[in-house]
């Protein structure tokens, strides 16, 4: 039976919909609801387009990805205020996956993500994976923005390249460097013009929703006349609804193909979903379920791709932008999916007006805000170790690929955890009471253990100890202030207790918790056990002999 502090399957898989709806809902947490809802539908609109050009998809499958993957996630997911939708940390994976086996590898790939978050999610292993270490967290995150940077310098200079760009990113520099004499400086005005407006509107207006205003400011431009690229020039007319549903193609093929991006997906979502989520709960006070928000990102991935969307996660902006607006609840992003269909029904046709250029520095001023400067340079200054993981983090996503950089980072800082650890267990001497007898004092030696005694200490610790060991006819240790033995540092002892039991010696544990005492019996034999005592003074009353006895 699960304990008072522990959530029952049912509870933790619960969607935080049907919790706020249980907890009552009135007139004024819609009107709450429908305003923030709208705020962010404001915010959503261009960007959804934006990280769809990006990927290498049209414009119509970032709207899919947040009305559908958008309403799923505050329907089903387990972050009260979490909206979800298309996201610029999925750009490099999504043009990466479209480069390789097209939109209907992607569309799979994203299904298939949906059932991986699921099982993780029915699993309940959302907790585990929120262990990720920060200079991690900042390094992937760094290096996606420089790479969403490098991939707008096209549309935001009017660059003509012979070719795709490559997806390397010293590839694509050399491509970029090559087309630099095809620079159109109307484009480069208007790109320019709407980071300029989007920076000044957020210093002196930041309630009202910048990035829709430079946007629909570039677009009448474009209208009037000023010769640059727009979203029609190069997709044509946007549908006005959503494509009806169709499931991808499960050949097995076709399956084998999409299944390593199917799990990049899957392991960037879950990442950032969590992320995003701990990011409202501070913002709100409120507690997020981690498996019922991998439960439902999972149902909203496979159904952004049956309507023709691709990869959804939680977003950390358009998320803190629901909770500054004051959502009541997921109501807000449900209406916010609404919104979006609605403007797809009926605004569509003014959408071909949009420039790419300022798509281009919407992408821009988004990668400047994901790279965490302050948080960079923090890390690099305060710990070698912790810049040494920023850096692998970093260079491996710019260079190589974001799963590598992720999987590398994350064992190098749990290798750091590791090494720190076993540096602060401390193994120190106790002089024995003046009460102990005096030929037992003698062949007595103290030690008062500390810190958790598990593998990496062990490998230190243990051969202290068994220096030590040589010395006495009996070792007394102190574990009164180990919180936890694993395995590994349990069999260190089992050696110890041998080495002493071979030269007529014993070993005597002091102090031990049940959980530690529990690990230390299971692993040591019917020979060579050692003798449990409550205090010290217990354990040097007694003699080796009855020890061993």
């Given at each position: 039976?699960?304990?008072?502090?522990?959530?029952?399957?049912?509870?933790?898989?619960?969607?935080?919909?049907?919790?706020?709806?249980?907890?009552?809902?009135?007139?004024?947490?819609?009107r709450?609801?429908?305003?923030?809802?709208?705020?962010?539908?404001?915010?959503?609109?261009?960007?959804?387009?934006?990280?769809?050009?990006?990927?290498?998809v049209?414009?119509?499958?970032?709207?899919?990805?947040?009305?559908?993957?958008?309403?799923?996630?505050s329907?089903?997911?387990?972050?009260?205020?979490?909206?979800?939708?298309?996201?610029?940390?999925?750009?490099?994976?999504?043009?990466?996956?479209?480069?390789?086996?097209?939109?209907?590898?992607?569309?799979?790939?994203?299904?298939?993500?949906?059932?991986?978050?699921?099982?993780?999610?029915?699993l309940?292993?959302?907790?585990?994976?929120?262990?990720?270490?920060?200079?991690?967290?900042?390094?992937?995150?760094?290096?996606?923005?420089?790479?969403?940077?490098?991939?707008?310098?096209?549309?935001?200079?009017?660059l003509?390249?012979?070719?795709?760009?490559?997806?390397?990113?010293?590839?694509?520099?050399?491509?970029?460097?090559?087309?630099?004499?095809?620079?159109?400086?109307?484009?480069?005005?208007?790109a320019?013009?709407?980071?300029?407006?989007?920076?000044?509107?957020?210093?002196?207006?930041?309630?009202?929703?910048?990035?829709?205003?430079?946007?629909?400011?570039?677009?009448?431009?474009?209208?009037?006349?000023?010769?640059?690229?727009?979203?029609?020039?190069?997709?044509?007319?946007?549908?006005r609804?959503?494509?009806?549903?169709?499931?991808?193609d499960?050949a097995?093929?076709?399956?084998?193909?999409?299944?390593?991006?199917?799990?990049?997906?899957?392991?960037?979502?879950?990442?950032?979903?969590?992320?995003?989520?701990?990011?409202?709960?501070?913002?709100?006070?409120?507690?997020?379920?981690?498996?019922?928000?991998?439960?439902?990102?999972?149902?909203?991935?496979?159904?952004?791709?049956?309507?023709?969307?691709?990869?959804?996660?939680?977003?950390?902006?358009?998320?803190?932008?629901?909770?500054?607006?004051?959502?009541?609840?997921?109501?807000?992003?449900?209406?916010h999916?609404?919104?979006?269909?609605?403007?797809?029904?009926?605004?569509?046709?003014?959408?071909v007006?949009?420039?790419?250029?300022?798509?281009?520095?919407?992408?821009?001023?988004?990668?400047?805000?994901?790279?965490?400067?302050?948080?960079?340079?923090?890390?690099?200054?305060?710990?070698?170790?912790?810049?040494?993981?920023?850096?692998?983090?970093f260079?491996?996503?710019?260079?190589?690929?974001?799963?590598?950089?992720?999987?590398?980072?994350?064992?190098?800082?749990?290798?750091?955890?590791?090494?720190?650890?076993?540096?602060?267990?401390?193994?120190?001497?106790?002089?024995?009471?003046?009460?102990?007898?005096?030929?037992?004092?003698?062949?007595?030696?103290?030690?008062?253990?500390?810190?958790?005694?598990?593998?990496?200490?062990?490998?230190?610790?243990?051969?202290?100890?068994?220096?030590?060991?040589?010395?006495?006819?009996?070792?007394?240790?102190?574990?009164?202030?180990?919180?936890?033995?694993?395995?590994?540092?349990?069999?260190?002892?089992?050696?110890?207790?041998?080495?002493?039991?071979?030269?007529?010696?014993?070993?005597?544990?002091?102090?031990?918790?049940?959980?530690?005492?529990?690990?230390?019996?299971?692993?040591?034999?019917?020979?060579?056990?050692?003798?449990?005592?409550?205090?010290?003074?217990?354990?040097?009353?007694?003699?080796?002999?009855?020890?061993?006895?």
């Open positions: 039976m699960a304990s008072a502090d522990t959530p029952t399957l049912l509870e933790d898989l619960r969607p935080m919909s049907i919790s706020a709806l249980r907890g009552g809902y009135s007139l004024g947490d819609l709450a609801d429908a305003i923030a809802g709208l705020t962010v539908a404001i915010v959503a609109l261009p960007l959804s387009m934006a990280i769809a050009i990006a990927s290498g049209g414009p119509e499958r970032g709207l899919y990805t947040a009305i559908v993957g958008g309403f799923l996630v329907l089903m997911g387990g972050s009260r205020y979490q909206i979800g939708g298309p996201a610029g940390a999925f750009i490099v994976l999504v043009a990466g996956t479209v480069l390789q086996i097209g939109v209907d590898g992607l569309i799979l790939a994203t299904f298939l993500s949906g059932i991986l978050l699921m099982v993780i999610g029915l309940r292993l959302g907790d585990y994976i929120k262990f990720i270490p920060f200079p991690v967290t900042v390094g992937f995150t760094s290096g996606i923005a420089v790479i969403i940077a490098t991939s707008q310098v096209a549309d935001f200079f009017g003509r390249l012979d070719e795709a760009a490559p997806p390397e990113f010293l590839h694509k520099l050399a491509a970029l460097w090559q087309a630099r004499g095809t620079v159109d400086l109307t484009t480069t005005a208007v320019a013009a709407t980071v300029a407006l989007i920076l000044v509107l957020r210093r002196y207006r930041p309630g009202w929703p910048g990035m829709l205003i430079a946007i629909m400011v570039g677009g009448v431009l474009a209208w009037a006349g000023v010769p640059v690229e727009t979203i029609g020039d190069r997709f044509g007319d946007l549908p609804s959503l494509p009806a549903p169709q499931v991808p499960f097995l093929a076709a399956v084998l193909d999409a299944l390593p991006f199917a799990v990049a997906f899957t392991l960037l979502g879950a990442i950032e979903s969590l992320l995003s989520a701990v990011v409202a709960d501070g913002m709100s006070g409120q507690r997020h379920r981690s498996n019922a928000e991998l439960l439902g990102q999972g149902v909203a991935n496979m159904g952004s791709a049956l309507f023709g969307g691709f990869c959804v996660t939680g977003t950390i902006a358009r998320t803190a932008t629901n909770v500054r607006a004051g959502s009541r609840g997921p109501v807000s992003g449900m209406l999916a609404v919104f979006v269909a609605l403007v797809l029904l009926l605004a569509a046709p003014l959408a007006h949009i420039p790419l250029a300022g798509l281009a520095g919407v992408l821009i001023v988004v990668a400047w805000n994901m790279f965490e400067k302050e948080e960079f340079l923090t890390l690099l200054r305060v710990s070698r170790a912790d810049a040494a993981v920023l850096l692998i983090t260079l491996l996503v710019v260079f190589r690929d974001l799963t590598e950089g992720i999987i590398a980072g994350t064992a190098l800082g749990g290798a750091v955890f590791i090494r720190r650890m076993s540096e602060a267990a401390k193994l120190e001497p106790i002089t024995p009471p003046d009460a102990a007898p005096r030929e037992q004092a003698e062949n007595v030696v103290v030690y008062s253990l500390r810190g958790a005694y598990f593998f990496g200490a062990a490998a230190t610790m243990g051969r202290v100890l068994d220096r030590i060991s040589d010395m006495p006819r009996m070792l007394v240790l102190d574990l009164s202030r180990v919180p936890f033995v694993d395995t590994s540092g349990a069999q260190s002892m089992v050696g110890l207790a041998r080495k002493l039991e071979r030269q007529g010696g014993c070993l005597a544990l002091v102090g031990a918790t049940p959980e530690v005492a529990k690990v230390l019996r299971s692993q040591f034999g019917h020979h060579a056990s050692p003798k449990f005592f409550d205090t010290l003074d217990d354990a040097l009353a007694e003699s080796c002999a009855n020890n061993q006895g």
